[in-house]
């Protein structure tokens, strides 16, 4: 048991949750809730760094919260809060920039480019800067742990660096955090296209399933799923991407092994497979949304003003010290 020790994670109340969401992030939090002493946060400001609609951002921090909830953290264990409700967040992010992050830091980040694309001189600096941001959430709280996917393992890298370069000025004020992977299942991809990871902000709704999707459009989505050559079901990421990655969804949301599964499907072809995990993400769904709308909005915004209460204590204590280190008064 890590007890003591501090986990930070955190999602953005932008677009909609996908079964990759669950998979490659809130189930990991379920166990790691009872080995360290776990801060999950709303983040609404890495959210803004591409314009959000105001009043359906304000339903999103809800709606995250919600799902939280749903995924079984529970708020007696873990503290669910609002990013922007503690301040200290973004003044740490400013003084970060200033002492410890270099721009040949920030051009390194592959997340912006791949988010700017061919934008990159017109988006906002926020979408530049953000990676900065994170390590300030990161830093903050002393935080040990940082369960993240492949995609983010560079920012938590980054929060490192940026912690020893500002300990090296100053004094052993930041604890050097560590990224934990979840294996398998880390990556969840596209069902049209898997090469790319499933996003929540693709446009081709076919691409991904939302944990708050009708199940029977879901169903659907499933079954126009792209497949590989041939008709055989194994796990092959090279030569059986779509197919390795509708095997992962299968064993993680249906608490099944892989190799099980190739054994039962072996001899069978994609469509007695796709139906059948059809009916796994269905089950799944309904379960989800069962606990999700057993959940009330005022509940939700009752675990945030604890949360945020309880954070603000902490995040200002730090934040005194280091402003005290650099010599604000």
């Known amino acids: 048991m890590n007890e003591n020790k501090k986990l930070f994670s955190g999602v953005q109340p932008s677009g909609n949750l996908t079964i990759g969401n669950y998979i490659g992030a809130l189930s990991q939090w379920i166990d790691i809730q009872k080995k360290y002493n776990c801060l999950f946060s709303?983040?609404?400001?890495?959210?803004?760094?591409?314009?959000?609609?105001?009043?359906?951002l304000r339903k999103k921090i809800i709606e995250i919260t919600?799902?939280?909830?749903?995924?079984?953290?529970?708020?007696?264990?873990?503290?669910?809060?609002?990013?922007?409700?503690?301040?200290?967040?973004?003044?740490?992010?400013?003084?970060?920039?200033?002492?410890?992050a270099h721009i040949a830091d920030l051009n390194k980040m592959t997340q912006f480019k791949d988010k700017a694309g061919k934008n990159q001189e017109s988006v906002s600096?926020?979408?530049?800067?953000?990676?900065?941001?994170?390590?300030?959430?990161?830093?903050?709280?002393?935080?040990?742990?940082?369960?993240?996917?492949?995609?983010?393992?560079?920012?938590?890298?980054l929060a490192r660096d940026?912690?020893?370069?500002?300990?090296?000025?100053?004094?052993e004020v930041f604890t050097i955090p560590e990224a934990i992977i979840k294996k398998e299942g880390a990556r969840i991809m596209s069902l049209v296209d898997p090469s790319k990871k499933m996003s929540k902000s693709d446009a081709n709704?076919?691409?991904?399933?939302?944990l708050l999707d009708d199940p029977e459009?879901?169903?659907?989505?499933?079954?126009r799923a792209v497949t590989d050559s041939g008709s055989e079901v194994y796990y092959d990421l090279e030569n059986k991407?779509?197919?390795?990655?509708?095997?992962?969804?299968?064993?993680?949301?249906?608490?099944?092994?892989?190799?099980?599964?190739?054994?039962?499907y072996n001899n069978k072809g994609y469509g007695d497979f796709k139906r059948d995990l059809a009916e796994v993400v269905v089950k799944f769904l309904t379960d989800f949304q069962a606990k999700y709308n057993n959940i009330s909005d005022q509940e939700a915004l009752g675990v945030l003003r604890v949360g945020n209460e309880k954070m603000n204590l902490i995040a200002q204590s730090k934040l005194e010290i280091v402003k005290g280190l650099i010599g604000i008064l």
């Open 162 to 171: 940026i912690a020893k370069r500002f300990n090296g000025l100053f004094d």
């Open 66 to 100: 919600k799902i939280y909830l749903a995924a079984g953290i529970d708020p007696n264990k873990a503290v669910i809060f609002q990013q922007s409700a503690v301040s200290a967040h973004t003044e740490l992010a400013w003084i970060l920039n200033c002492y410890g």
């Open 125 to 157: 600096v926020g979408l530049y800067d953000y990676p900065v941001l994170m390590a300030a959430d990161i830093l903050l709280y002393d935080t040990g742990v940082v369960p993240v996917g492949d995609d983010q393992r560079q920012h938590v890298e």
């Open 42 to 56: 709303v983040v609404d400001y890495h959210a803004i760094t591409v314009f959000q609609d105001p009043e359906e």
């Open 205 to 210: 709704e076919n691409a991904k399933i939302g």
């Open 217 to 223: 459009i879901a169903r659907k989505k499933i079954m």
């Open 241 to 264: 991407p779509a197919v390795s990655n509708l095997l992962t969804i299968y064993a993680q949301l249906g608490n099944r092994q892989i190799p099980r599964l190739v054994k039962d």
